[in-house]
């Protein structure tokens, strides 16, 4: 909607909302007949003068605070913060907690919307404190879980990753939805990342379990116990927690495979390692599979490693897998075909380095580096390798 069919919309609404207050029977008896007050064409002429702010703010006095037009009022107050007219939304909604006509249940809807202005104004002490009272007094209310949802929302941009666990495992008991569960999974491969930087590794290792223990599913804790682990030097044991990621979610595989080839040296298990590179490959084919397999097959026959890339490339063609059909093509050849076959690599090269990795399956954000929270939509977990043609 444009903004002049957004006012206009507005200005019919408050039309509506004086009109209700006007007929509501409790005023009947004390006021018969009511004129339409001048605030209202205050505001109409602004409206029509294009000055669409003053216009607002003379409906929004023109109307009285009662039953019939609180949601008027409270959908005004929630509009200016999302046009990031802040200190509006905070005056509405203040004004409206300050009336002695709402109810208990308004005022908690009033509250929980002021909670939201002051995050979105940067004033997160006040609206911690606001949702702590508000959570402290509102046990069991319909309430809770937004007030819980809103509390995680402001620890989690805070980085307060303890306090952040302490509300979120409150919020998935009252309502365990798989956005929440996902989240606090993550809440604690961040806590045990930050335990992992002071090298307080059982701590650290102990999160990565709790994270598996909300959520299943979770990649990231997998592949972090195995880090703890591999730190550790129980390499076996780090062998297995990132076997068990690629069960989990095979996408990670290219995030996986360095760290699972890192730990197979390092117990000289390089036939497990093999058989792990073939079954992945077969269930599901991947550039960094297949070039791992081309490196090992490199030790022992090249002409075996080059056919099974060639036939690889067909069944999966990548232009990574190119790139380095290429570069085994250059190793055998002399002279003008060198030379052409070394303008062809860079370039190739340049392609390959200049394509994003990672992609959020949510909104499409793409990039270079792997983020557990995508820094556009803001989801946890949805950031992942790329796949087809021009990624794995
Ligand atoms: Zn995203």
């Not at 209202?40 to 029509?48: A, P, Q, V």
């Not at 929440?180 to 090298?199: D, G, P, T, V, Y």
């Amino acid at each position: 909607m444009t903004e002049i069919g957004l006012f206009v919309v507005l200005f019919v609404a408050l039309f509506v909302g004086w009109a209700m207050g006007r007929k509501s029977p409790a005023k009947k008896n004390k006021q018969t007949k009511k004129s339409i007050p001048t605030d209202y064409f205050r505001g109409l002429n602004h409206l029509l003068n294009d000055q669409h702010s003053e216009a607002i703010d003379a409906f929004v006095d023109s109307l009285e605070v009662n039953s019939d037009t609180f949601d008027i009022h409270l959908t005004l107050g929630n509009l200016f913060r999302k046009k990031g007219e802040i200190q509006k939304a905070i005056n509405i909604h203040q004004n409206l907690l300050a009336r002695p006509e709402i109810s208990q249940r308004e005022m908690r809807m009033v509250q929980l919307e002021l909670a939201s202005d002051f995050m979105s104004a940067g004033l997160l002490d006040r609206a911690g404190r606001l949702l702590l009272n508000m959570a402290s007094t509102s046990r069991k209310s319909e309430f809770q879980p937004k007030i819980l949802t809103l509390l995680v929302d402001l620890y989690e941009f805070e980085q307060s990753w303890d306090k952040a666990i302490q509300i979120g495992s409150e919020l998935i008991k009252e309502t365990p939805t798989k956005k929440e569960i996902k989240r606090l999974a993550h809440f604690h491969c961040e806590m045990a990342q930050e335990l992992q930087k002071k090298e307080q590794w059982k701590p650290a290792f102990q999160h990565y379990k709790l994270a598996l223990d909300v959520d299943a599913s979770c990649v990231r804790a997998s592949i972090g116990a195995a880090d703890v682990l591999n730190s550790q030097r129980r390499y076996r044991d780090a062998i297995k927690e990132l076997k068990h990621a690629a069960d989990q979610d095979p996408e990670f595989i290219s995030v996986i495979i360095p760290k699972l080839k890192e730990c197979y040296q390092k117990v000289w298990g390089s036939s497990g390692y093999i058989k792990f590179l073939q079954e992945h490959n077969h269930k599901k084919p991947s550039t960094t599979l297949i070039m791992a397999l081309v490196q090992h097959y490199m030790e022992t026959d090249k002409d075996y490693a080059e056919m099974f890339l060639v036939e690889q490339l067909r069944l999966h063609p990548t232009i990574k897998g190119f790139k380095e059909l290429i570069s085994l093509q250059l190793a055998d050849s002399q002279g003008y075909n060198q030379q052409h076959l070394v303008v062809l690599f860079e370039l190739i090269d340049q392609l390959v380095q200049a394509k994003h990795k990672f992609q959020c399956r949510q909104c499409g954000f793409s990039g270079h580096q792997l983020h557990w929270q995508c820094p556009s939509c803001k989801n946890w977990g949805v950031v992942k390798p790329i796949h087809g043609l021009e990624g794995e």
